[in-house]
């Protein structure tokens, strides 16, 4: 059974720093694409930043170049470094990962994500 566990979420002032971690259990796969996502009450889901397992990024572009999302495959670890944190960036948390052939199927945040963790809250003060 596929489980993910996010951590890491808090309360931060604006302009700080903030990491969340996300750890999977109960698969092997071949290749992958895990994700972040956000969302807020009354809100859709919001896909944050996406990443390969062979490395390969992107990013929504809200938080291009004030976010960096990472992995440890050894570990099944999923990170996401938070700067320059806003008021705008206060959501639950959400990391998903696909199961796919191979790093090159992976479309990013429009990725069909299987699987999904139970959330961790960021909140960014003004």
């Known amino acids: 059974q596929v489980q993910l566990a996010e951590s890491g979420g808090g309360s931060v002032q604006a302009g700080g720093s903030l990491r969340l971690s996300c750890v999977g259990s109960?698969?092997?796969?071949?290749?992958?694409?895990m994700a972040w996502f956000r969302q807020t009450p009354g809100n859709e889901r919001e896909g944050v930043a996406a990443?390969?397992?062979?490395?390969?990024?992107s990013y929504a572009a809200s938080v291009k170049g004030r976010f960096t999302i990472s992995q440890d495959n050894a570990k099944n670890t999923l990170y996401l470094q938070m700067d320059s944190a806003k008021p705008e960036d206060t959501a639950m948390y959400y990391c998903?990962?696909?199961?796919?052939?191979?790093?090159?199927?992976?479309?990013?945040?429009?990725?069909?994500?299987?699987?999904w963790g139970q959330g961790t809250q960021v909140t960014v003060s003004s």
């Open positions: 109960g698969y092997t796969y071949i290749a992958h694409c």
């Open positions: 990443i390969d397992s062979d490395g390969k990024t």
């Open positions: 998903a990962i696909e199961a796919v052939p191979a790093a090159k199927y992976c479309k990013g945040l429009n990725g069909d994500f299987r699987h």
